[in-house]
């Protein structure tokens, strides 16, 4: 019986072992084959293998006409400005919903969820009309404040919970010794809530970084865009400017997620909300 039970349970890895290398496959079977297409020169069906390699993609792509390092840094650009701006907004509007009994808190924060409420391309139609006719559509200014109206939604919600997480016995402590509200906020309560801020600020960043259909309507074809870049060469059937221009982005998102983790801890996760 414990020879047959062995058994069995050896033959109950092979179900989970198909299903293991399935989903592993799905996963990084497309990151393979970008990878692939990053240094390929001619591949066509049906090789299973490109059948020449080389990086003439990479000079086209880097190459002044390219249109990638000015891409590359309007996206930067614009994913640093919508972070300090959600911030700033989220910092003050977090500790108030963290530390105040507001009236309605929950629709509050359900509000701020309106922008991923509705289809963006219709919302996204509109803005743009009301940016050309301000003078906004087609700067750098126009398309931060599209990025910061989704990028609130993370920064508005995850500095709640880091402020929620922070008990007030320790402000209390602070201001009962003569420590102002101000410096209580400065020298006890923003290095506490530090690394949630953080990670809000890593999800805003990624969230601006990969942001297309916003970049689209008001920035095109004034503010150039990695993702704007990425959608013309894969609409043109040029997989290898799409593919190096996917690891263009790919790169930050995949060193910022790592930050995530470190950061983001789950006793702050599980305050979202509250």
Known sequence: MRASSRFFAALWWVPRGIVFGLLAFAIFGPLFNML???????????????????FSGWRKVFAPRGGALESLGNSLIVAMLT?????????????????????????????????????????????????????????IAGVVLVHVSHGLVYAVWIATAAFSA?????EQAARSIGAGALRTFRDITLPLAAPG????????????????TGSYFVGAPDVNMLPLLLYSAGSGGNYQIASITALLLLIPSLVFMLLVERFLKADVLSRVGR
Do not use: C
């Open 36 to 54: 692939l297409w990053t240094v390929t020169e001619k591949w066509y069906f049906p090789h299973a293998l490109p059948l020449e390699y080389g």
């Open 166 to 170: 922070i008990e007030p016995e320790l």
């Open 83 to 139: 972070v300090l701006v959600s911030l700033a907004l989220a910092i003050p509007a977090g500790y108030a919903l963290a530390r105040l009994k507001l009236p309605l808190r929950g629709l509050i924060l359900l509000a701020f969820l309106m922008p991923q409420a509705f289809p963006n391309l219709t919302v996204y139609v509109n803005v743009a009309r009301i940016f050309y006719e301000i003078g906004l559509n087609g700067t």
């Open 197 to 212: 801020l953080l990670a809000s600020a890593i999800f805003v960043f990624l969230e601006s970084l990969d942001e297309f």
